[in-house]
């Protein structure tokens, strides 16, 4: 927890560092309105033709009978067990995608950070290919791409400590190097891939895709989430003060190793489990939180959970644009780079025309 | 397309123009490139690159003397288990480092076979440049069509020498598929029964959209058919539902996937094809589109959808078609095998159809 000096100082801080944006704090409840009704609008859409009085009947019915059940029971698990985890599954991941996006640029001062920074993306992804190349499916390519995910941080870890002590330019080295290397080792596998079947199914995969999202997958890909974007949001002050640098950090009093580990790991618990159960899932955490931070500034107390939101909210409507655009579903990872490279560019041109990114 | 079927036209006209220069033993024909290839006598050292030519040429040759090499992949993938191991045991034995798993040609492993022809793919000219470079001789194949693949057998034919046999497998084809589509031609057209091939379930739905099957010769329809796009198109659960075809086909190749395991599968229950029990198994001789025995596949789907009369005798006929085209006797428990049986246990009247 922030010393209270810390926190005092990050307050302050912030004060004078960040814009003065009208209204800024109505938009959280307004992001939350939004992805309710962007949530309730995606239970509505899809392939498989279904009126919105349909679906509400039928989710009303697991709370309250209004109406004597006459849907067909196929319509019920098209909305249950099909639209329903999956737009859960995009919430939870859009949200952790964002926040540990966020989390990381503030940390580093860096505005081209993302989650894959650390080199989990590629590790969890070379777990992933792996386990599609050896024949296993299901949990069981779930379970390597979370391990090597997590494997992957800890290889980070080894190669930036020298002599007990790690600096941050070393490790997002490290990550650099691991990344390559993981990259390298997918390659390897795509090689060695059937052409005819596993390397199309490795393709996809690594694309990102939540189609076949079941409720256990939203358990497994939220027990990584929430738990980590909890301990994220617990240090928004510590990471404040980061943003200002770490000799100013250490000056105010902030354990800087210690936030700065934490936010790590959290980070790389959420993109393991969302690579895991969904593939890779590229730009969100990249682009989202610059929006986010057009929005409310750069306060990572109103940052985090925006972004968060945010990173909800896109996720869900890219989601929708996947599974209804054609009757073939459409990588994740294609639709949010589609997306994300331009508005990137135009963050890009934005941050140069003002001399630099100031963390603001 | 017009280059396709010129290619198809001279590839034709070359069968009945250069079949005398084949009886004095020089052979001359056009490959799919429309490239002359000429041979003074058949060639005594065949590498193969194209994943399947090895059993067409070895149909058509009837031995496998003549081949020296191949790929990894045909051989892993054809010739280590399964019935053509059984059948063909010698292919095991033929050297397998023309290529791994594609067909980037390994040109030195290839060039120390010392061949005679090599076998190649044609739709990427990088794949033949480095092969014709260092002098080789490359027999041209493209890929995939019905009439690509009878032309495999005519081109093998041409190369072997052996235009008797080639014509007497393609008879074999032809009139089997006539008196398919005799009876197919009588079914309605307007309510042919939907069938979509899929070959994965689990973490990704895929159905095939462009497969290179003609689904008509069996009077059926796929419902995910898309003629200009890829081969395979994976979907949700939703769209399959839109779908929700009478019959499911689970390709051969799909080696981890059964029946059983559709109808195990909870969500997949409200499919009609799953209610009703409709979920079959390729048999073995779907497990490569281009080999010869390839044309049974239709007469099994045409039997599925519509009943034992589209496929009389089965059994026997898959027997004749392998003592002609391999020159095995098949026994009874092989017959099972190939007819995937044992996968097809759950499935609807499936030991019924095929007695």
């Known amino acids: ?360 | 397309m017009s280059s396709r079927l010129g290619t198809h036209i001279a590839l034709a006209l070359s069968l009945s123009i250069l079949v005398p220069a084949t009886a004095l033993a020089e052979s001359s024909f056009l490959d799919h490139r429309g490239k002359k290839i000429t041979f003074a006598k058949p060639p005594e050292r065949v590498v193969t690159v194209v994943r399947s030519a090895p059993i067409v040429y070895r149909a058509v040759d009837e031995k496998a003397d003549h081949i020296v090499g191949m790929n990894k992949d045909s051989l892993t993938r054809y010739f280590t288990k399964g019935i053509y191991a059984e059948m063909l045991p010698e292919m095991a034995k033929i050297n397998a480092s023309a290529a791994q798993d594609g067909f980037v040609p390994n040109v030195e492993a290839i060039l120390a076979e010392k061949p005679d022809a090599v076998i190649q793919w044609t739709h990427d000219e990088k794949l033949i440049e480095p092969l014709e470079r260092v002098g080789l001789t490359v027999v041209g194949w493209q890929c995939c069509s019905e009439q690509d693949r009878l032309d495999y057998v005519t081109l093998s034919g041409y190369m072997t020498g052996r235009n008797d046999r080639a014509q007497a497998i393609l008879k074999a084809q032809s009139e089997t598929l006539k008196a398919l589509d005799e009876k197919v031609g009588k079914l309605d057209k307007s309510a042919l029964p939907t069938v979509l091939h899929i070959d994965k379930v689990a973490d990704q739905i895929q159905v095939i959209a462009n497969g290179s099957q003609d689904l008509s010769l069996s009077g059926v329809t796929n419902p995910a058919a898309d003629n200009t796009g890829e081969w395979w198109r994976t979907v949700d659960f939703e769209q399959l539902l839109v779908w929700n075809p009478d019959i499911i086909i689970i390709p051969a190749y799909a080696t981890d996937l059964d029946p059983q395991k559709f109808f195990d599968n909870p969500v997949l229950a409200s499919l009609k094809a799953v209610k009703e029990k409709r979920v079959y198994k390729q048999p073995v001789f779907a497990r490569t589109p281009d080999a010869p025995e390839i044309f049974l596949t239709s007469e099994w789907l045409a039997a599925v959808a519509h009943g034992a009369a589209f496929a009389p005798d089965f059994k026997k006929q898959i027997v004749d078609t392998y003592k002609l085209i391999y020159g095995a006797d098949l026994s009874a428990e092989q017959v099972t095998a190939i007819l995937e049986s044992e996968s097809n246990t759950p499935a609807n009247q499936y030991a019924e159809l095929f007695r």
């Open chain 1, 1 to 360: 927890m922030p010393s209270s000096s810390a926190k005092a100082a990050a307050g302050e801080t912030t004060e004078i560092r960040s814009r003065a944006r009208l209204g800024s704090g109505f938009v959280l409840p307004a992001l939350i309105c939004l992805l309710v009704a962007v949530t309730l609008y995606s239970v509505t859409i899809g392939r498989y033709d279904l009126s919105v009085a349909d679906v509400a009947y039928i989710l009303i019915d697991n709370v309250h009978p209004l109406v004597t059940p006459y849907w067909d029971p196929v319509q019920e698990i098209v909305v249950e067990q099909v639209r329903v985890p999956r737009i859960l599954a995009a919430i939870v991941i859009g949200f952790g995608l964002s926040m540990s996006g966020a989390a990381l640029q503030g940390l580093f001062r860096n505005p081209l950070v993302d989650p894959g920074i650390i080199g989990v993306t590629s590790g969890a992804g070379f777990g992933g290919t792996l386990a599609i190349l050896l024949g296993l499916q299901g949990y069981l390519l779930l379970t390597m791409a979370f391990l090597f995910g997590i494997g992957s941080v800890f290889l980070v870890k080894l190669l930036s400590t020298v002599r007990g002590r790690t600096s941050m330019l070393t490790l997002v080295l490290a990550g650099v190097v691991i990344s390559a290397f993981f990259s390298a080792a997918i390659s390897i596998a795509k090689l060695l891939a059937d052409p005819f079947q596993k390397l199309p199914a490795i393709t996809y995969w690594l694309m990102g895709s939540i189609a076949s999202s079941n409720y256990l997958d939203v358990l497994l890909v939220a027990a990584a989430v929430v738990p980590s974007a909890i301990a994220i949001y617990l240090l928004r002050f510590q990471i404040n003060i980061l943003s200002l640098g770490e000799e100013k950090a250490r000056a105010l009093g902030a354990k800087v190793l210690l936030v700065q580990w934490i936010v790590l790991v959290a980070s790389a618990l959420i993109s393991a489990g969302v690579v895991a159960t969904s593939g890779i899932i590229g730009w969100v955490g990249l682009v989202i939180p610059h929006v986010a931070r057009a929005l409310v500034g750069a306060d990572h107390q109103r940052l985090l959970p925006v972004s968060g939101v945010l990173g909800a909210i896109y996720l869900l409507l890219v989601d929708n644009l996947a599974r209804t655009v054609t009757t073939a579903e459409i990588p994740l990872g294609i639709i949010t780079a589609l997306i994300g490279v331009p508005v990137f560019a135009v963050i890009l041109r934005r941050l140069h025309a003002k001399g630099g990114w100031s963390g603001d």
